[in-house]
């Protein structure tokens, strides 16, 4: 067995496979190695394991099987989602799509990519609780509009969107409505039909399955072209031999996952709310995002007066793994495009802390982080020109 030697506190980024998960892989990777798409026994092996897998998928998010599509983790859903519907607007004069300033990079740089080639993109603000405001959504809709993307739950500070208003005006308006569900599949329970999406991505890494397999919910009705051409796999609509150990042990993660949501967040709730209580103690600290509309595991805060990356490379020092905001912008000196579209100062930006936790962490997690941070931020603190200016400030008021 393996001991644990440090807290693992980055659960957005991705989360530990889980044991019993394997054990449903394992034999995918070794006996059963046939071909899914094969007419002997042996192949229908593996084909009746896609199978369940897919139905595990679909029953955790109240859709059909046949609405279900694998495909190599939510980046790739999200790039399909976008750039196949964009292609369908096309043929009906459609030019513009709304989305919000603080998606995933998988779907920012997608519609930066789209707007290159003339789409136009409203990109609804953020506001200081890290939600979007319906009203700007009804305000931004034009005849010309074909597609709604906005995520579900951030993936840096935890903020839920209001999914089932967006769906009910997407309806009503006959606008495609697609949500990047990746952060929120696994720790909110979610029906696709009441809540009217049209399309959801979604990624098994992030709830304790393996990493490189996803799928896309596509409602039925809905077209959407073909992402990879060659053999008749997932209804010849994303072509290649199937990742079956992959596909497997999403659908068995996706049901564990999705087995005891009320008593795993009730949890992660006392687990973020114990780490936020004793960090809110430090001076000049700050809670990104709305308190009670956020993902239970999520903990986002900014210090102000010091480097975030600083700040994590101490936590790892310590013991800690814990990210500054999206593990995609970490290396980049900008701060989050995250964090800024919700209204924060650079530098208040760049003193960012994000903590996510899973039904893996305990309290003892929570009491190890705290016992280290308060230390932390008092040294970077002594040493940052920052902090020194903001001190002279209070002194003058
Ligand atoms: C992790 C993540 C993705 C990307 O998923 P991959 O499987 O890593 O490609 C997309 N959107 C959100 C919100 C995420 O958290």
């Not at 092996?45 to 190599?72: G, H, M």
């Not at 992959?246 to 005891?260: D, F, L, Q, Y």
């Amino acid at each position: 067995m393996e001991c644990k030697k440090f807290v693992y506190a980055d659960n957005a980024a991705t989360t530990r496979l889980s044991t019993d998960v394997l054990n449903k892989m394992m034999p995918y990777l070794t006996e059963n190695y046939g071909n899914a798409s094969s007419l002997y026994n042996f192949g229908n092996i593996a084909r009746s394991a896609v199978d369940l897998a897919r139905k595990q998928i679909a029953d955790a998010i109240c859709a059909e099987q046949n609405e279900i599509y694998f495909t190599a983790g939510g980046s790739e859903s999200d790039n399909w989602a976008i750039k196949g519907i964009a292609a369908t607007m096309r043929k009906k004069n459609k030019n513009h799509i709304i989305s919000s300033a603080f998606e995933h990079h998988a779907v920012l740089h997608t519609l930066k990519a789209l707007e290159k080639e003339g789409f136009e993109v409203t990109f609804l603000p953020v506001y200081e609780n890290g939600i979007i405001s319906i009203d700007d959504l009804k305000n931004s809709i034009r005849e010309d509009t074909g597609l709604v993307t906005i995520m579900f739950a951030n993936n840096e500070i935890g903020t839920i969107q209001p999914i089932s208003q967006i769906g009910e005006i997407c309806k009503d308006k006959k606008i495609i409505f697609h949500t990047d569900a990746v952060q929120a599949v696994g720790n909110i329970a979610i029906d696709v039909k009441s809540l009217n999406i049209d399309l959801l991505s979604m990624s098994a890494h992030k709830f304790h399955g393996p990493k490189g397999v996803g799928a896309l919910f596509v409602r039925k009705g809905i077209f959407l072209p073909n992402l990879i051409h060659g053999g008749g796999q997932e209804r010849s609509r994303r072509a290649g031999t199937e990742n079956v150990a992959g596909i497997v042990g999403m659908g068995a993660a996706i049901e564990i996952s999705c087995r005891n949501i009320e008593q795993k967040n009730k949890k992660l709730r006392a687990i973020s709310q114990r780490v936020i209580d004793g960090a809110l103690r430090i001076e000049r600290s700050r809670l990104n995002g709305d308190p009670e509309k956020r993902l239970a595991g999520n903990v986002s805060l900014c210090f102000e007066g010091i480097e975030g990356e600083s700040l994590l490379l101490m936590l790892d020092a310590m013991g800690v793994c814990a990210s500054s905001g999206s593990a995609c912008t970490s290396g980049s000196l900008d701060p989050s495009h995250v964090l800024l579209s919700i209204g924060l100062p650079h530098e208040i930006a760049h003193g960012s802390l994000r903590l996510s936790f899973s039904d893996e962490n305990t309290l003892e997690d929570a009491d190890k982080i705290l016992e280290v941070l308060p230390g932390i931020v008092k040294r970077l603190r002594s040493i940052s020109p920052l902090w020194d200016k903001i001190k002279q400030k209070e002194i003058k008021h």
